[in-house]
C-alpha cells in the first residue's frame, strides 16, 4: 500500500500550513485569552476553499477527498483549535448531512453559500437532557399546513452564535421514540430563533457555543431534510464521518 500523499495533498498541505503560520498562528494565543471568533480568519479559509474542503465544486466547495480534509483540519488545528473546531463543525456536521441528504433545490439554496464560506452553519442536536442520549430529543416539531412550528431548546451549539443556518433535529412522532426524530435546515436569523450568551469556557476559547431557543419557530415544510423520521440516521451518519 502506498502512504505518499498525492501532487495534490502535498501542495494542499503547503498552502494550508502557509496561511496557518503567517494569518492564524500569530492571533491564536489572543483570541483564546480573550474569547475573541476569529471572524476574519473564517472568512479567509473561505476564500482559500476551506470550508466545503469535500464538497463538490458546483456547489460551492472544493472538490477534495476526505484524506485532504484530514490533511487541512491538522494544519488548522495545529496553529489554533479553535480555528480548526469552527473549520471542522461547517465541514463536516454542516456541509456533510446537506451533500448527502439535501434535494437538490436545497443543495443550490443552502450548501453553496455555506460550503465557499459566505455563510456559517450549526448543528443542533444536543438538548439539556440529550446529550449522549440524543434519541431523547424534547424539541418538538409540529406540522401546521406547508410549515412545521418548532420549539425546544439547544445546548452547547458550536458557532451557534455566528451561525446563519443550522441543521436542525426534532421530535416530530414521540410515540416512534428514535425513528420520530426528523431534521430541518434553519435560518438562524428567522422569527422565534433565539440565542443565548455565548458559553464561558476553559478552553478552545475563541470558538463560541451558545444556547439556542426555538420558540413558535415556523420553518417551511421545503427545508425539512431527508424525510418524517429520518434525522436520527441523519444525525448519526454525520457524527461518525465528523469523528
Ligand atoms: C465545547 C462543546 C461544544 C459542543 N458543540 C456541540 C454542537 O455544535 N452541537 C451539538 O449538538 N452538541 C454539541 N456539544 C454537546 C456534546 O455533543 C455533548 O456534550 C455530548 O453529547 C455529551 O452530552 P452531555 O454533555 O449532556 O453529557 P452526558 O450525556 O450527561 O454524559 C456525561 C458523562 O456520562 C457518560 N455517559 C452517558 N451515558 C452513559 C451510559 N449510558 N453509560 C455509560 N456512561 C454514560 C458520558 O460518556 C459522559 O462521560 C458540545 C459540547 C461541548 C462541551
Redesign the pocket.
Known amino acids: 500500500m502506498d502512504f505518499r500523499l498525492t501532487e495534490e495533498q502535498d501542495a494542499l498541505v503547503r498552502m494550508v500550513r502557509e496561511f496557518a503560520d503567517r494569518e492564524v498562528r500569530p492571533v491564536a494565543a489572543e483570541n483564546d485569552r480573550k474569547a475573541r471568533f476569529p471572524a476574519d480568519l473564517v472568512r479567509r479559509m473561505g476564500e482559500l476553499g476551506l470550508m466545503g474542503i469535500e464538497v463538490d465544486v458546483e456547489y460551492g466547495g472544493s472538490g477534495l477527498d476526505p484524506v485532504s480534509y484530514v490533511l487541512a483540519m491538522e494544519e488548522i488545528s495545529a496553529a489554533c483549535a479553535s480555528t480548526g473546531?469552527i473549520m471542522s463543525?461547517n465541514n463536516s456536521?454542516v456541509c456533510d448531512p446537506l451533500v448527502k441528504f439535501a434535494s437538490e433545490e436545497q443543495k443550490k439554496r443552502f450548501l453553496v453559500p455555506l460550503a465557499s464560506g459566505e455563510k456559517l452553519g450549526?448543528?443542533?442536536?444536543?438538548e439539556?437532557e440529550?446529550?449522549?442520549?440524543?434519541a431523547a430529543q424534547r424539541t418538538t416539531a409540529v406540522r401546521d399546513g406547508d410549515h412545521y412550528v418548532v420549539n425546544g431548546t439547544?445546548?452547547?451549539?458550536?458557532?451557534?452564535p455566528q451561525a446563519d443556518y443550522g441543521i436542525l433535529?426534532t421530535m416530530t412522532d414521540k410515540s416512534k421514540a428514535h425513528k420520530g426524530i426528523t431534521a430541518f435546515i434553519v435560518d438562524m436569523n428567522a422569527p422565534g430563533v433565539r440565542r443565548g450568551p455565548k458559553?464561558d469556557?476553559l478552553g478552545?476559547r475563541a470558538?463560541h457555543?451558545c444556547q439556542v431557543f426555538f420558540e413558535e419557530h415556523r420553518v417551511p415544510v421545503e427545508q425539512r431534510l431527508g424525510e418524517e423520521g429520518q434525522g436520527f440516521k441523519i444525525a448519526m451518519a454525520t457524527l461518525d464521518c465528523g469523528r
Open positions: 473546531v463543525v456536521l450549526c448543528f443542533m442536536l444536543s439539556p440529550a446529550g449522549t442520549d440524543a439547544k445546548n452547547w451549539i458550536t458557532n451557534g433535529f458559553d469556557k478552545i470558538s457555543s
